[in-house]
Each structure stands twice: as C-alpha cells, then as structure tokens.
C-alpha cells in the first residue's frame, strides 16, 4: 500500500511544473485523493482535493486559479498541474488518500526560483 510522488524540480517563476501520485495496494477509485504542501519552516498546508470519481475539486485560496487537479482511475494516478509559479509555491509537495490511517507519500520537492 503506497503511494509515489513524482515530478518535482526547479522551475522558473511564471513557469508550470506536473506532478503525479501512483497509488498502488487499495482501491484508489473509492477514495478522495488531496495534495498537500510543506515550505520550508512551515507547516504542513492542504492544496487541493478531487472525488473518487473525479467529478468535483476544491483548492487552497493561494493557488486558485493557477493549480489543477485531475485523476486518471485506470491508471491508479492523480495529477496536480502547477502554472504560473510563484517563490511562495516552493515546498515538498505531498499526496495523501484518507484512509484508516491516512496514507501519504515521500513527496517530491518544487523549488520556484531564479
């Protein structure tokens, strides 16, 4: 039962980055799936969210607007498109299935700088 973030790096301001989350070992399709983030010296702060069968989605104020959220349920995967990037976007960035316990991945690091 895991699930692998990928897709991190360094990118530019304005610049876009995709990640994704492979989950592996329970019935993705049943679940929502969220994305978190961790800046540095900060706490741990909710992104955005999306149903199990991706019909609806909700995000964090601070990324409204430029950040989507997706799932592909026959490839076990969720997505979270980051455009125009921002210094204040720079954090682990992490998904999490709320399980029983909840599940998180390692997380992949996006650093926004020039």
């Known amino acids: 039962v895991q699930l692998v973030e990928s897709g991190g790096g360094l990118v530019q301001p304005g610049g876009s980055l995709r990640l994704s989350c492979a989950a592996s070992g329970f019935t993705f399709s049943s679940y929502v799936m969220n994305w978190y983030r961790q800046g540095p010296g900060k706490e741990r702060e909710w992104v955005a969210a999306i149903t199990s069968a991706g019909v609806r989605t909700n995000y964090a104020d601070s990324v409204k607007g430029r950040f989507t959220i997706s799932r592909d349920n026959t490839k076990n995967t969720v997505y979270l498109q980051m455009n125009n990037l921002k210094s204040e976007d720079t954090a682990v960035y992490l998904c999490?299935?709320?399980?029983?316990?909840?599940?998180w991945g390692q997380g992949t690091q996006v650093t926004v700088s020039s």
């Open positions: 999490n299935a709320p399980r029983s316990p909840p599940l």
